[in-house]
């Protein structure tokens, strides 16, 4: 379930881009701008990136510290009871609001990119239930909706999510970086397509920061 938080910043890629993408991982080698070159397991790739590129990096949060406004993006799977419960959250500064909104399948999970409405918090504090309103593409039976929203915060019908957390789930922020985090030895993830000559270019990037390293 990892591999959630990069799959996020596939939706940084233009649609018409999606089916063509690559993810690339591994660490810096070097970065003269715009030029990122990745040492990866098969050896060095150059990716050109964009002007307005986001370099993001995760760090350790707390569910406690979840408020109602927040924008959040969940992964999660249904439980024995079909609740959906929570096996990783990663709350997004507010200049991510809207990224990836709406709620659908992803590698045999459920990701919900919402709004928090509410938080209940257990008495232990080590867990509790998060309901999340969000916008998305398609209306279905009684009521429901889902899909991918096709702008933050706008949509053809809006839904709502109840998301069970434990102890055991991942809470992570996504932080919004800059270029000077792009140094050499740095583990980086991050998802890139080809042009007609085969020149390499990607609109975001997940980056290795105060130790906190990017899915593998």
Known sequence: MRIAAV????????????????????TVESFVVPVLTVKTAKGSVAITLSPDARIVANEKAQFSTIKPGDFI????AAGKDGRLVAKELRIFPPSLRGLG???YPYEGASLTNAAVISTAVTPKGKGGVLKLSFHGSTSGPNGMCSGHAPAPEQGPCTGDA???VT????????????Q???????????????????KLSSPGVLVEHNGVKPVP
């Open 162 to 164: 109840e998301i069970v």
């Open 101 to 103: 909104e709406g709620q």
């Open 7 to 26: 799959a996020l910043l596939f939706l940084l890629l233009p649609a018409r881009a999606e089916t063509a993408a690559q993810r690339i991982t591994g």
């Open 73 to 76: 993006a969940s992964t999660a």
């Open 167 to 178: 102890g055991k789930t991942i809470v992570t922020a996504w932080l919004l970086g800059d």
């Open 180 to 198: 000077t985090w792009l140094q050499i030895g740095k583990a980086v993830s991050l998802f890139a397509v080809a042009d007609a000559g085969g």
